[in-house]
């Protein structure tokens, strides 16, 4: 007969304090273990990324009117300025907008530099020109007269002032770039914006082409955004048509493209400080508001202003459904349209956009960002059918029978639709040059463009997944 022995209640005790000892302890919430020998805690190579919890609203003042530029030279001699550098290009700097800002710098006795070398669509080297110019300069401030392209390299160079002594890729973001947070102050900046797409003269964010990589990438940080964007309709009006056109279907991408990205709190990782939090962050209910309703403005109104250079109305709308989208986005963010265009546009083959006075070939950014989006938004469409009806209805489709298996589909046609309703646009990227052949190049392009990718919805799987997915819509995209 065996006989059975019951450790006491010390043995116990000593038993799972020697388990305890030789063990390291799990943090269920945190996924976490605390290391006997130390004390310090390391994170679980398994666990799983903890998932945002809240999100930040970043944006400049805006100040919103017919004839406003006429202040800005009251704005600097305000904030105590005395020396500006003015940036712009070769195409405004003999126009209407900046004729009347140069008066109202000159009328409150504002002193001022010019650089008006920025590249249409810049690549790194024409960025790196103006960020030595301003080097040299160091202003007291900054203030920008042009499109996206213009206000973008004003920020950056803006930015490689205060940081005298850092390299280029430091503030580029990642992987291209070292993704390096801004934890200084930057000098004021003032844009004023003469296009209506971008919205830049909201959000931190600055785009370029890096040459090496054959793709678009920038720098995104909350830090870069203006402390105002004074938006004069007047300064639209000398716009072309077909500027007009590329320029408004940036606002139609921003506006769908974050009305659509994840939610805020399905972004991973959760950052360990608020500075490291990105500008952009998914789909929250502010950026909704302004999203969806840049969104309603672009459907109305840029079909008129590209037929009609005389409506002043539509102008004006389209204006403000820049700036709308511009603070939308700029907190949400965008995502396989935009991911998609950069290497759209870094490997133009020689495709040159009719109604640009450029002496290089040029794939506009609002072109290179629709030109796969009925595509993209069939693709996204099951994630969320409710956000891609809700769009479609407002494109004109008719979703009182719809199902929701059917959302990406109904949205991706009335997309469709409109740019061909609009005229004149590339019906697939085979209009810009491209053939199937160069889908593995341009899939490839797209990849370390995780900013933005890591905000598509349906598309958070592995690296060979998400290659097969981009294949997938480059391809459906070659023709529509």
């Known amino acids: ?6 450790p006491t209640a010390r043995q116990r005790a000593r038993s799972l304090l020697k388990t305890i000892q030789n063990h390291s302890a799990t943090c269920p919430c945190h996924a976490c273990t605390t290391l006997p020998s130390t004390g310090a805690t390391r994170l679980l190579a398994s666990a799983p990324p903890v998932k945002e919890y809240a999100f930040e609203l970043a944006a400049s003042n805006i100040r919103y009117g017919n004839g406003v530029t ?18 712009t290009d070769n195409n405004i700097i003999d126009l209407a907008p900046m004729k009347n800002t140069i008066e109202a710098l000159d009328s409150q006795g504002i002193n001022y530099d010019i650089y008006s070398n920025v590249r249409v669509e810049p690549k790194d080297n024409a960025v790196k020109d103006a960020i030595a110019w301003a080097r040299h300069l160091s202003p007291e401030a900054y203030l920008a007269v042009g499109g996206g392209s213009v206000m973008d390299t004003c920020k950056i160079a803006s930015l490689y002032d205060t ?5 280029f890729l430091d503030f580029v973001n990642a992987p291209l770039g070292k993704g390096r947070p801004v934890d200084r102050k930057l000098k004021p900046l003032i844009a004023i914006p003469t296009t209506a797409g971008t919205g830049s003269e909201t959000t931190g964010t600055a785009i370029f082409d890096l040459v090496a990589a054959k793709a678009k990438t920038g720098i995104a940080h909350r830090a870069l955004k203006p402390l105002l964007g004074i938006v004069d309709p007047i300064n639209t009006q000398s716009m072309p048509s077909q500027v007009k056109s590329s320029s408004g279907l ?13 939610p805020y709190y399905e972004r991973v990782p959760r950052p360990t400080n608020p500075i490291l939090r990105p500008a952009y962050q998914g789909a929250n209910p502010i950026s909704d508001v302004f999203s969806l309703e840049a ?7 840029l079909p008129r202003t590209v037929k009609d250079p005389d409506d002043h109305e539509a102008q004006e709308k389209m204006l403000l459904a820049a700036t709308l989208a511009g603070v939308g986005f700029g907190n949400a963010g965008v995502h396989l349209c935009h991911g998609l265009s950069y290497p759209i546009s870094g490997m133009n083959k020689g495709y040159k956009h009719a109604g640009y006075k450029v002496d ?16 993209v938004f069939r693709f996204t469409g099951p994630t969320n059918p409710d956000r891609h009806l809700a769009a479609a209805q407002i494109f004109g489709a008719d979703i009182s029978n719809a199902k929701a298996e059917s959302a990406g589909e109904i949205l991706g046609e009335a997309i469709q ?4 309703n609009l005229g004149d646009q590339p019906r697939g990227i085979s209009d810009l040059g491209f053939s199937k052949d160069d ?4 899939v490839e392009g797209a990849m370390p463009q995780n900013r933005v990718l890591m905000l598509a919805p349906n598309f958070q799987n592995d690296d060979d997944q998400k290659r097969a997915d981009l294949a997938s819509i480059l391809e459906a995209s070659l023709t529509y």
């Open 295 to 301: 969104l309603k403005l672009t459907v109305k109104y």
């Open 163 to 167: 940081y005298s002594d850092a390299d």
């Open 70 to 87: 006429r202040e800005v030279g009251m704005d600097f001699k305000n904030l105590g300025v005395k020396r500006v550098a003015v940036f």
């Open 439 to 442: 889908i593995p190049a341009l």
């Open 360 to 375: 290089h070939a040029i794939i506009p950014h609002g072109v290179s960002v629709a030109v796969t989006a009925p595509q």
């Open 417 to 420: 639709q409109f740019l061909i």
């Open 1 to 6: 007969m065996t006989t059975r022995i019951v």
């Open 250 to 262: 940036d606002v139609l991408c921003h506006s769908l493209e974050s009305w659509t990205a994840i």
